[in-house]
């Protein structure tokens, strides 16, 4: 199997860490240069498999992938990150966006679409946009689990003093954010 074809080496100070995929190299070689030129760490592929590999190893913030390649669709590969647990914003690429494809990928939780050819402005605005949705959610995980960790010991001390509406009170409320969490995750 072929591997990712170019991989900007770790830097300090850079802006994130895309996905590209592709079955054209030309394109993904192509955004992968636009990305790379403002400052974000890229890794390309031409299999979306290989794709779904490396963000088991490395969960990326943003991935890039064509709608249309012989392997599977850039749809199917949503599904399966997800599947997978992992919820880095992805952003579609393709030739022609129509209706039925903008409400299909926004349905599955893709973050926007870029239609070739694309601009540089356009592809910065966008992964700027959806790293800084995917770094959120990577946050607000990452405190919730932390909230949910130390909520038990809190819960018990609440019960011990008899603060039952308080205890109840913070159940709610943790029960209306991970039902938020839920929500944004799609």
């Given at each position: 199997p072929a591997q990712a074809k170019k991989v900007a080496s770790k830097k300090p100070g850079?802006?994130?860490l895309i996905y590209v995929v592709d079955d054209e190299e030309i394109?993904?070689?192509t955004l992968t240069d636009i990305l790379e030129d403002y400052g974000y760490?890229?890794?390309f592929f031409t299999n979306p498999d290989e794709v779904l590999a490396a963000c088991k190893k490395e969960e990326p913030d943003l991935v890039c992938s064509d709608m249309k390649m012989p392997q599977m669709s850039g749809l199917e590969l949503l599904q399966l990150l997800r599947k997978?647990?992992?919820y880095s914003s992805l952003i579609f690429i393709t030739a022609h966006i129509d209706n039925h494809l903008?409400?299909?990928g926004l349905e599955a939780g893709a973050h926007g679409f870029l239609e070739k050819p694309f601009?540089?402005?356009q592809v910065i605005t966008l992964a700027n946009n959806a790293v800084s949705r995917s770094r959120t959610m990577k946050l607000l995980n990452r405190s919730l689990n932390y909230i949910l960790y130390q909520f038990n010991d809190l819960d018990n001390y609440l019960k011990s003093?008899?603060?039952e509406i308080l205890r109840q009170s913070l159940k709610c409320e943790l029960q209306e954010l991970l039902k938020l969490r839920k929500e944004l995750e799609k």
């Open positions: 850079t802006k994130g394109i993904a070689e760490q890229v890794k997978n647990n992992i903008l409400t299909e601009q540089g402005p003093k008899k603060k």
